[in-house]
């Protein structure tokens, strides 16, 4: 039983993030500019954007937060995105999922500029991502491989179950496993007889958003878990029952504590099993700086910035 550490790899990245970045301000006299467009205030949405922003000024990027009122219309969502489009102090746009219910979330995707699209959740990026071609990839899933390739893991042969088919992990994940060779099933809430799909996996990769949807006895002996779930539980019994005995501590001090989508217990069968929290959470803020400064890279090299190599 291995942990994929995505906590101490996440270091690592942002380290060297924080050293490009700064040479790249002292050759250009620039540094990467990442806006989060949110529309109304998600609790949940509002601490995951306060993460990526303290990360960022961390590492030295230009981090800007623009938060549009909940009743937002569509043509007003789509107008804030024309302006991030055509700012030039913006390198990296993010659309903060999910969006209010009222908006049409893919038709204010494509407004995003595929050059500055971040998260890669544009349509066009997305294609690359589904047929091989892309060069950046979602932040999540990007993450998850990335986590993968460190500790030496090659899903190239490996059955692999992705429970989750959103836009935003299970189906670029599914596209980018299948592109490294792995065999794919993805699952989903129509999904029948889900325990037998993944106890016969070699690697089970969780983003449903259900905490604890992955129990001990519906994963093999020697199984590889990815957990992409992060769920706060502020009911004592849920957390008892879900979250292994650490995170106890945190709901005594706070009041909630955090479960993943995979059973902790199940971590004991596994070869390589990624903590919650302590895995993929990290990674995907981690790829979103990378994302950042890739995108200021590529937008340097096509105006031709003085500087720019």
């Known amino acids: 039983m291995g942990v994929l ?3 101490a790899l996440a270091g690592e990245i942002r380290e060297r993030v924080t050293q490009e970045v700064a040479r790249l301000k002292e050759a250009t006299g620039r540094v990467p500019g990442l806006t989060v467009l949110m529309v109304g205030d998600d609790p949940a949405s509002r601490i995951y954007v306060r993460t ?3 990360v960022a000024e961390k590492l030295g990027i230009r981090s800007e937060l623009v938060v549009l009122p909940g009743d937002s219309s569509q043509s007003q969502v789509l107008a804030g995105l024309r302006r991030l489009n ?8 993010l659309v903060q999922i999910p969006l209010p219910g009222h908006l049409d979330t893919w038709g204010i995707l494509d407004e995003i500029d595929p050059s500055k ?10 294609g690359r991502v589904l047929t091989g071609q892309a060069d950046l990839f979602p932040c999540t899933p990007a993450g998850v491989v990335r986590l993968l390739d460190h500790y030496g893991v090659d899903p190239a042969g490996m059955d692999a179950v992705v429970v989750g088919r959103s836009f935003i992990v299970g189906k670029p994940l599914a596209a980018m496993l299948t592109n490294r060779h792995a065999t794919v099933t993805v699952c989903h809430t129509r999904t029948r007889d889900l325990a037998d799909r993944t106890r016969s996996a070699d690697l089970v990769v969780a983003a449903a958003g259900r905490p604890g949807i992955i129990e001990p006895d519906m994963v093999r002996s020697g199984a590889i878990l990815v957990d992409v779930g992060t769920n706060y539980l ?3 019994a849920d957390v008892e029952r879900m979250c292994p ?8 001090r706070r009041g909630s504590a955090i479960a993943g989508d995979i059973h902790w217990k199940a971590w ?7 903590p919650v929290p302590g895995g993929i959470g990290p990674m995907t803020v981690a790829m979103l700086m990378q994302n950042t400064l890739e995108l200021f890279r590529d937008r340097g090299r096509r105006l031709e910035w003085p500087g720019m190599s």
Do not use: C
């Not at 004991?268 to 990624?274: D, G, L, Q, R």
């Open 5 to 7: 550490d995505g906590k």
């Open 52 to 54: 990526k922003h303290k």
């Open 86 to 93: 055509r700012d030039d102090r913006v390198d990296a746009i």
């Open 117 to 126: 699209d971040v998260d890669r959740f544009h349509p066009l990026n997305l």
């Open 234 to 236: 502020d009911d004592r």
């Open 245 to 252: 005995p650490e995170q106890m501590k945190r709901f005594e």
């Open 268 to 274: 004991e069968k596994s070869a390589w099993y990624t």
